[in-house]
């Protein structure tokens, strides 16, 4: 592997931006970009140093940390550079780099790289991005805990389990074929269903805690002039969408994350649904139509029973205008998005739908990608039993277990094909 640069904070003007080296020519590149190198040979002292152009010319200061293999977040050589953060100073130190002999590096070939050299299995990867990009506290909090090896340790538990029962089924088809030892069967099944257990309540937890560490899509819905821009406009306490009397005001999808109570929402406000000749607003129509059906929420401010055009059941059907004297008792919650009137309450139901079924089960996971290793694990195990079931099945059932435990084995993944790498890291930012 080559040596690569990039910067780890994002771009713009900022007090200070570290941009990183990292591969075996890093040091030697770093060197050629300091005024007066010294002290190099120590790891993990961050000393400041003048950076030096072609010429010799000075053009910042910055603190730089050399960090020595194995001991570094790559398992390589590693150079932290701390410079202030104009953005033609971090692009000059880039290109003085690469014209050492460096070449910029995409996003997530750090923690790639330390994937590959045996820093860490790929769920701890995964969740170094979830990390990154959590939405919320709670959900970082759940990320760290799987970059510190929890959901290494429950993978192992189950597996640990699974061989256990493959060992107690062979020793006993080295033995006789005919003559079962006792509650052989029945152990083995206990110990297969306590795993399905275990994995079934991780994959219903997935979307819980999805929604922690990605947000929950709540979409605004209704018939024209329902409130819904007012009602957006009141949740995020500021005049983002346009509010008129006028029929058919909102035209595009407009989205702004809240928090509420420590759960981030992404607030969709849509055009209003109605027959229309207008061809933007017809556009604008179908727009709402397709947020309906991917929201995690919707909110319709429209009658309960008036066709909701989706298939979407997580709905809260809201009354507005509540201040107008009617009291809407065939919806689920009324309000004044004018006077604010009950929008606590609506907040509380929001969040009550959108975190319901999260409770820390301790077992996490937090991709997409583990979620259908940990599917077909269970897939694999629901197999085993019936094979263990059926008279014939105790070879069968040996073959399903060990297939149970390839699939749980590419969630850690110690040896994984190129495209599984190249999916999993190239959603991560660059320089990490
Ligand atoms: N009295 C009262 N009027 C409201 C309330 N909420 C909204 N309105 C009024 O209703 C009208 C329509 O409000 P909007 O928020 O633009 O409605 P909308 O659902 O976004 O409409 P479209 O974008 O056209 O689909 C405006 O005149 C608002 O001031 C409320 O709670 N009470
Ligand atoms: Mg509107």
């Known amino acids: 592997m080559g040596t690569v640069v990039a910067c780890s904070t994002p771009f713009g003007s900022s007090g200070i931006a570290v941009v990183r080296i990292t591969g075996n020519q890093s040091h030697k ?60 100073i971090i692009e000059k130190t880039i290109a003085l780099c690469c014209s050492y002999g460096a070449t910029t590096a995409p996003g997530g070939e750090f923690t790639k790289r330390a994937y590959l050299n045996g820093k860490m299995d790929m769920s701890q990867a995964e969740s170094v991005a979830s990390l990154i990009s959590s939405k919320s506290i709670l959900g970082a909090k759940l990320s760290y805990k799987n970059l510190n090896g929890s959901l290494l340790e429950n993978i192992l538990n189950i597996k640990n389990k699974i061989i256990l029962v493959i060992g107690q089924i062979e020793f006993n088809l080295d033995i006789s074929e005919e003559n079962l030892q006792p509650n052989l069967i029945s152990n083995s099944l206990k110990t297969i269903n306590s795993c399905v257990n275990t994995l079934s309540s991780a994959i219903e937890g997935f979307n819980a805690v999805n929604v922690l560490t990605a947000g929950a899509t709540v979409v605004l819905a209704g018939p024209t002039n329902a409130g819904k821009s007012t009602l957006f406009n009141a949740l995020l306490k500021k005049d983002r969408a346009i509010v008129s009397e006028v029929e058919g005001t909102t035209r595009d999808v ?90 606590p309450k609506l907040k509380k139901l929001i969040l009550k739908r959108v ?40 070879e069968l059932a040996v073959e399903d277990l ?31």
């Open 355 to 394: 975190s319901s079924g999260f409770s820390d089960l301790g077992f996490i996971i937090t991709s997409q990608r583990q979620l259908s290793c940990l599917v077909s694990t269970e897939k694999q195990l629901v197999t085993a039993k019936n094979s263990l079931l059926s008279s014939s099945g105790l």
């Open 402 to 432: 060990n297939a149970a435990l390839f699939c749980l084995d590419e969630i850690t993944n110690k040896t994984t094909k190129d495209d599984v790498l190249n999916t999993v890291f190239s959603s991560f930012c660059v320089g990490k």
């Open 29 to 88: 590149i770093t060197s050629l970009l300091i005024k007066k190198p010294t002290r190099i040979n120590k790891h993990n002292s961050p000393s400041l140093f003048s950076l030096i152009d072609v010429d010799g010319v000075v053009y910042d200061q910055a603190v730089v940390n050399f960090l020595f293999a194995p001991n570094t977040y790559t398992g390589e050589d590693l150079v932290e550079i701390n410079l202030h953060g104009n953005p033609v």
């Open 254 to 343: 407009l989205e702004n994350t809240i928090n509420i109570d420590g759960v981030p929402c992404v607030l969709k406000d849509t055009a209003g649904i109605r027959k229309t000749k207008d061809v933007i607003e017809k556009i604008g129509v179908r727009k709402s139509n397709e947020e309906i059906l991917s929201a995690d929420l919707v909110l319709y401010l429209g009658a309960p029973g008036s066709v909701l055009s989706s298939e979407n059941d997580n709905v809260i059907y809201v009354h507005n205008k509540k201040d107008l004297g009617w009291d809407g008792k065939e919806y689920d919650i009324s309000i004044s998005a004018l006077t604010g009137e009950n929008l």
